[in-house]
């Protein structure tokens, strides 16, 4: 628990605003519904799921041809993924952090050790002292707010550094990517359900049927397997309890899911914004400074007066 906890709180120390919002709509208003209001919804289909048949087994097998996988572990299996890319994150900020502590710790031994001046040259011309300030370096230490589990407020120092950077816009693509695959996986999910009947359309799949017409006893609808439950009978008519109140929060989650894409697309637009501010300052900075320094060149190039 007390790991979970350390991984949160790195994620929120270095994610943008985009990425807090995205933290809080995966985790309260998807996650915490889907194993609510998705398990009472969903949670008893099976079992009211009725077919019109006397054979053994059928209706299992018309279930399964209805719903390959069920809704709502379908869900808690989608949240979990779209956490890896935040995790894997996590763990190359906690290995960035480790590197800078290990390198700060090393140039300070060497600073401490040799604090004599006449000695300064020793350590300075020392290959490991030149390797650790060097890579030392690179990275930056920034301030930002930080408000602890008590509510207390005040500052924190932030390790970043440009391979980081480049690691949490990967993070943000690989983040899209699940986040499209899961609306497409939902979307084939919700195509079986509609297969018998014809019904075709991105939007008028995500409905949920009030009557399903199982083939399963059809050979053309077997893919290929021998099916002896629905063997006599080639046309079951099935019934599907509470479809609108599935499909009801069939659409939430998926409205949920392009609200997902929304910010994620966001805070990658955020972070190329910061990045070019700050590319633009720092040319900003750096004409200014030539500016400053052009007077000066041309009054030293005029010849003297004798």
Known sequence: MESLQLISERLL???TPFGHVWVALTFLCRLVPAVTIGDAA???????????????????MCYTMF??????????MQILILSFPTMIFSMVAANYNAT??????????????????SSHKSYVSDPKYVMYSSKLRKFKTKKRRAVDMEGVGGTED??????LKQWYV??????LVLEMISIYLLYLLQVQQHITSGVTGFWNVFSVPFKYACRFGDTQWQNGYENFACSQDDNIPCWVSRPMEKKMFLVYMLLMNFVA?????????YVLWKVSVKKHRQRKAKKALQTEEMPLAIVDEKPSEE
């Open 13 to 15: 120390k270095y994610s």
């Open 42 to 60: 969903y949670g008893d289909e099976q079992s009211d799921f009725e077919c019109v048949t006397t054979q053994p087994g059928c209706k299992q």
């Open 67 to 76: 719903a390959p996988i069920s809704h709502v572990r379908f869900w808690a």
């Open 100 to 117: 800078y502590e290990f390198l700060r710790a090393q140039v300070e031994g060497y600073e401490k050790s040799f604090s004599d001046n």
């Open 158 to 163: 932030i390790i970043w550094a440009p391979a």
């Open 170 to 175: 990967i993070h943000l693509f690989a983040k």
């Open 261 to 269: 894409v929304a910010i994620v697309l966001c805070d990658f637009f």
